[in-house]
């Protein structure tokens, strides 16, 4: 399975003064997979080390941080030397063993010449309870659920995607029907690697949906079992929330669909949680779209989106029929699957500060305004045929963007102050 942060990897091998590295993410977005298969195609050797449930580990690290002992002590466990220039060292699940987080800061300091990956479904979480967190001292890499493009190339179509990626918008408009079917099966399975590799082997939409419940479950678990006792009714239930937040016709976030008359105050730590597990994305609005936006952005009104669109079609009970049914699939659920594929497209590139835009009285609205360390770029989600700009006109007027985005399911067009993407080629916003 191809994934575009295995060249993110290679980059930070061949970095010189490079940290160690942490690959932040919510469970079951590939980590393990991705550390393991760039351990067996980088590196001569790679030193895989599990902490969930990993006694001898937690025994090594509760004791002295010096990097020689614990170096013997890694050397013990893998039962071979360990060549700093040919070995990756890879730490899994290290939110279970906090002080192998805090040796992070030791490794960089005191032996940079070993080559470190660490991973933890509940990083964020572990972060918040006193962990000695080494700032500072290593470097950060989000892992995300399979991009379309990546979703392209693992069901065998990776010419497709090379279109793309190469921005060939005009030859893969050629190709248009290909494009839209994909994007359909796509929004029913999304981006969960277990699912994704399942749909490859035998395109089986029933088989998709049982992966998908069960990583749920799985979700549903880890608020029991990790999450403070008094918080996981809250924590069950705003998760729950959030595809009646997104059919809204307002996007902006209301607790009182969470439970009738419920404050800010009592869903703070859950949403903190979620947030933190990468559950949930949550997009600020911004009052005025200027740099730095992050001056201008509103605390108190924001969206939810969750961390994968086949894991929100999957909590809907999505149709299976509605793959055959034109493009109603995009219209689906008010546009809802639309906006949540748009932001996670663009959330994987990391890189991009992601808000939303309102007038004062609510009168327009802009779906996304990025940043994307150049210029500010209003992004206008339409699952409509019907193409009128008006929101975005009025931004264009007030603010004079250098150029506006729309992204729909017609053809690629420039109109000069607007340029239409369509939907399967968003990825190119920044390109």
Not at 98 to 111: G, H, I, N, S, V
Not at 348 to 368: C, G, K, N
Request: glycine content about 6%; hydrophobic content about 40%.
């Amino acid at each position: 399975m191809y994934r575009c942060a295995m060249e993110q990897l290679i980059k930070w091998k061949e970095k010189k003064g490079r940290k160690p590295l942490i690959i932040r993410g919510a469970r079951q977005v590939g980590k393990t997979w991705l550390m393991r298969e760039f351990g067996k195609t980088a590196y001569d050797s790679c030193v895989y080390i599990n902490f969930d449930n990993n006694i001898p580990m937690r025994q090594l690290f509760e004791g002295s941080l010096q990097t020689e002992r614990l170096l013997v002590g890694l050397e013990l466990f893998a039962g071979h030397k360990i060549d700093p220039e040919t070995t990756l060292l890879i730490f899994d699940e290290v939110q279970e063993v906090p002080r192998a987080l805090t040796a992070l800061k030791y490794f960089q300091e005191e032996a940079p010449q070993y080559q470190i990956i660490c991973a933890g479904s509940l990083l964020g979480v572990a972060l918040h309870q006193g962990t000695s967190f080494p700032v500072g001292k290593v470097e950060f890499l989000d892992l995300f659920p399979l991009s379309f493009t990546e979703f392209l190339t693992a069901i065998g179509k990776a010419s497709h995607a090379g279109l793309i990626r190469d921005r060939d918008l005009s030859m893969a408009s050629n190709f248009k029907e290909d494009f839209v079917e994909c994007l359909k099966q796509y929004y029913y399975v999304g981006g969960m690697p277990e699912a994704v590799q399942a749909f490859a082997d035998h395109k089986d939409f029933n088989e998709v949906r049982q992966i998908q419940r069960r990583i749920l479950d799985a979700y549903e678990q880890d608020f029991s079992k990790h999450a403070p006792n008094e918080v996981v009714p809250r924590i069950r239930m705003l998760f729950n929330s959030v595809p009646a937040q997104l059919a809204k016709e307002n996007k902006k976030f209301i607790y009182g669909l969470v439970r009738e008359g419920a404050r800010a105050k009592e869903y703070e730590l859950a949403m903190l949680w979620l947030a933190d597990c990468g559950l949930i994305h949550k997009v600020h609005r911004v009052s005025a779209p200027l740099l730095p936006l992050k001056a201008y952005e509103d605390l108190k009104a924001f969206k939810l989106f969750l961390v994968d669109i086949g894991l929100l079609s999957c909590m809907v009970e999505l149709r299976q029929s509605v793959l055959l049914d034109g493009n109603d699939l995009f219209r689906e659920f008010k546009g809802a699957l639309t906006e949540q594929y748009v932001l996670q497209e663009l959330k994987t590139r990391s890189s991009l500060q992601i808000y939303y835009w309102t007038a004062e009285r609510a009168t327009s609205e802009v779906d996304f305004v990025i940043d994307n360390g150049e210029e500010i770029l209003p992004v206008e989600v339409k699952a409509e045929t019907n193409l009128q700009a008006k929101s975005l006109k009025v931004y264009h007027e007030k603010y004079q963007p250098r150029r506006s985005i729309r992204t729909s399911m017609s053809d690629y067009k420039d109109e000069g102050w607007l340029l239409n993407l369509p939907l399967w080629a968003i990825e190119t916003i920044n390109r």
